[in-house]
């Protein structure tokens, strides 16, 4: 099940895992939730909120007869341990609560991240898992269809455009909508200008670094690189935005491999408009499929290093220019 999926709840179940990275999705299910708990209002004294750590007082809280409410609701949050790679699993716990749980309580799980498999299972046979993120392939449809919510008309190569801007990141493709929802009148269509002047302001465009970058000129890609971040651009953000097009030229060249010829058979498997694959096509002609994925190998390891604070994000950036235009990423 996804977040959208959730609709209209006619019948509440006693868990839901919601499970994914995009944390405004899962809010959007939360609150779906939420109000079919509660309809008439009432939540202030129905629903609290706990971290992973404290999930045996939510339990109790669940347990407890509602009494200015008709339910109770429980969200909490589940982080992922230091040193470990999935979220904490309260599998266990959960067991014997899920055994007999009061039909007046809902439990909400946020894991933002894949769940342990124990975890899931149970959440998928007591109750549900609902997905929060957005595969990358599909976030350039996704994007228009969000932004039709909003009453925004995006064009295929506009919504690729911004998609490739905000480093695939569903999350940053939600704000800068609402950037622009806030900003223009409803029901035109999106120009050009408008991305220019609300997503990516200043004069210089991340796409020009990523031409830069794909045309393997090291002075042009490292002078854009500066005019960005002179103009307030966020450096990891424009590190996503890199290792998106990073993929995007191993899947369009991995494409070719296989015999993949036409733009729209290309523009079907690659989930993209025309002009996303025009794109690709023209900065893939620079770089072999194994410079392209020891690019990708030095992404893994330069985003290791700035979450871990071995590097600066400017630095970062300017060494996976040089290295890749370079070297090939060796």
Avoid at 271 to 291: D, K, M, N, Q, Y
């Amino acid at each position: 099940m996804t977040a959208a999926g959730l609709g209209d709840l006619r019948e509440l179940k006693p868990v839901y895992l919601l499970e994914g990275e995009s944390q405004a999705l899962a809010s959007e299910a939360e609150s779906a939730i939420r109000r079919a708990c509660f309809p008439g209002g009432g939540e202030d004294a129905g629903l609290g909120r706990w971290d992973g750590d404290h999930l045996t007082e939510a339990l109790a809280f669940l347990r407890t007869v509602p009494f200015l409410a008709d339910r109770r609701m429980a969200v909490v949050t589940l982080e992922a341990r230091p040193g470990e790679r999935g979220a904490l699993d309260p599998a266990g716990e959960l067991e014997d609560y899920l055994r007999d749980p009061p039909p007046w309580a809902v439990l909400v799980l946020r894991c933002p991240g894949r769940a342990g498999n124990r975890l899931r299972s149970l959440c998928e046979k007591e109750g549900a898992v609902v997905s929060c993120q957005v595969a990358r392939t599909d976030l350039p449809s996704w994007a228009r269809e969000r932004a039709r919510a909003r009453g925004l008309r995006l064009s295929p190569t506009q919504a690729w455009w911004l998609v490739e801007a905000c480093g695939g990141e569903a999350d940053l493709v939600e704000s800068e909508l609402d950037k622009l929802s806030l900003a223009l009148e409803p029901e035109r269509p999106v120009r050009d200008a408008d991305l220019r002047e609300h997503v990516f302001p200043g004069p210089a465009a991340p796409f020009a670094l990523a031409d830069a970058w794909a045309g393997r000129d090291a002075g042009r890609a490292l002078e854009g690189l500066g005019r960005l971040l002179e103009q307030g651009a966020d450096p990891l953000r424009l590190l996503g935005s890199l290792a998106w097009q990073v993929r995007s030229l191993l899947l369009y060249c991995y494409l070719q491999r296989e015999g993949v010829r036409s733009t729209a058979e290309m523009a079907r498997c690659m989930e993209t408009s025309p002009a996303g694959v025009r794109a690709a096509a023209a900065r893939a002609r620079s770089f072999s499929i194994p410079e392209l994925e020891s690019a990708l190998a030095l992404l893994a390891d330069i985003d290791y290093r700035l979450k871990t604070g071995q590097t600066a994000p400017r630095q970062a950036l300017e060494e996976f220019v040089l290295r890749t235009i370079d070297t090939g990423g060796r």
